[in-house]
């Protein structure tokens, strides 16, 4: 079945310094690949998105990347913070349809 | 502002008991979804639905129901509650005609089934 897998589970990177999380699915009709942040004791919530049409997108000190050839993509943190710590997932799915796979999950862990 | 509320927040039960979860939105959205988090297994989809008289099995349906009771009510059974059932559950919401695919959760029910 459908499935996205995303690494690493845990990544500890020192205040300032970059941080990158990698997803891989398998359904290739996937076309909408958001990204959610899930901060201790609250609720995920949507970060960045991208869709199939688009390399690469970026918000202020986050950006995603997406090959759809080799079905990766990326979520790209720059010039952390502390407040950047938390759990992130990938999902893929297809626009208009019923379900969105979720990775695992990366830990962040901003050090100061 | 318009939400994703679930109640109870947390909940401990017994091994064979029913425990429903309920789910309410104020968002006007027509999607409604349950999830279960689990450590290094993300979110797995239990129950969706589209509309009140849609309702569909996600990845992990066995050992739950659901009854969408209205547009804003989408609510979660373990009929006989067991050990494997602990976990995070979240209900979300989505609206593709408002806001895309874009999950909205609520605020999680934490369960501990003994």
């Known amino acids: 079945g459908e499935n996205v897998e995303q690494h690493p589970s845990t990544l500890s990177v020192q205040e300032g310094d970059s941080a990158v999380i990698k997803c891989t699915y398998s359904d290739s009709a996937s076309n909408y690949f958001p990204w959610y942040k899930q901060e201790l004791g609250k609720r995920p919530q949507l970060i960045i998105d991208?869709?199939?049409?688009?390399g690469e997108k970026k918000d202020q000190r986050i950006a995603v990347t997406l090959n759809k050839t080799a079905k990766h993509f990326s979520l790209h943190i720059t010039e952390t913070q502390p407040e950047d710590s938390a759990v992130y997932f990938c999902a893929a799915s297809i626009t208009g349809g019923f379900k969105t796979i979720f990775g695992a999950g990366t830990r962040l862990f901003v050090k100061a | 502002d318009a939400d994703v509320t679930q109640t109870p927040r947390n909940r401990i039960t017994k091994t064979g008991k029913r425990i429903m979860l309920e789910c309410s939105q104020t968002?006007?959205?027509?999607?409604m979804y349950w999830y279960r988090q689990d450590p290094g297994l993300g979110l797995r989809l239990i129950y969706y639905?589209?509309?009140?008289?849609?309702?569909n099995k996600g990845e992990i349906s066995d050992g739950y129901s659901v009854s969408r009771q209205a547009q804003a009510k989408f609510s979660l059974s373990l009929e006989s509650a067991i050990p494997n059932q602990t976990a995070l559950y979240f209900c979300?919401?989505?609206?593709?005609?408002?806001?895309?695919?874009?999950?909205?959760f609520g605020p999680g029910t934490r369960l501990l089934v003994l």
């Open positions: 968002k006007g959205h027509d999607r």
């Open positions: 991208i869709r199939s049409n688009v």
């Open positions: 979300a919401t989505s609206d593709p005609s408002t806001s895309g695919e874009t999950q909205y």
């Open positions: 639905s589209f509309d009140v008289k849609d309702i």
